[in-house]
């Protein structure tokens, strides 16, 4: 199985951050390598100590906030894993969802992998509406899509590497369409960037714990892969 490294960011939302790690001893596949990106936190984000078998934290701290598509390009720069697993912080994959991906990824001419992402933050009205009409990406997929947004994907080293990870894309957000479509671009290469779908069922999805960042992003712009959806209600109090 290939070394993964799970890569995340965080801006004064330690406490996310911390719930994912500690979400991530329920995996059925578990990181090898953790890197936390602290994106300017004040005060600055305190790694909690290693728990189970999950490794220490790495973490690399920019001077001053940097925005998401740096601070996550910092930790995928930075990781040492054949797969890097790129997961928001507010974002709760379940168990089987690295596991999906990582079969994915073995299959010829995949470039990345993710599944659904349902927005699940909490029974409030706000909540309640983002969870049945807000931008909850990629449930009904099945096979190739559009686009694989940036809440929780798996991508090879090499092929971060190769592409040149988001290349020049110098705003803060939409960094996840820049790489699709750098992803695309080189398919024809050697490393054969062909999407295919990530997985199926129950434990090849992921919820956001908070409603996701771009609410503006531009049209669809490549082709990803994506998971069916799992099969149970997500909720959060």
Known sequence: MPRVSLVTFTCNDGDLTRGLLDAARGWTVRPDEIVV????????????????????????????????????????????????????CDVRPEPGYLAACLRALERPGTGMAAGGVLHAAGDGLTARYLRTFGDNHNLDARGPVEL???????????VWREVGGFGGHAARVCEDHALCRRVRADQARALGLVPCA???GP??????????????????ISSACSANPWSRAWGRS
Do not use: K, Q, W
Request: charged share 20%; net charge neutral.
């Open 148 to 158: 694989i947004p940036g809440n929780a994907y798996a991508i090879p080293r090499a």
């Open 203 to 220: 434990g090849a999805g992921a919820r956001s714990a908070r409603p996701c960042r771009a609410t503006n992003a531009p049209p669809p």
């Open 37 to 88: 990106v602290d994106d300017g936190s004040e005060p600055p984000f305190v790694p909690p100590e290693p728990a189970g078998d999950l490794p220490a934290v790495r973490l690399v701290r920019l001077p001053s906030n940097r925005g998401i598509t740096r601070a996550n390009a910092a930790g995928l720069d930075a990781a040492h894993g054949d797969v890097l697993f790129s997961v928001d």
């Open 198 to 200: 990530a997985g199926s």
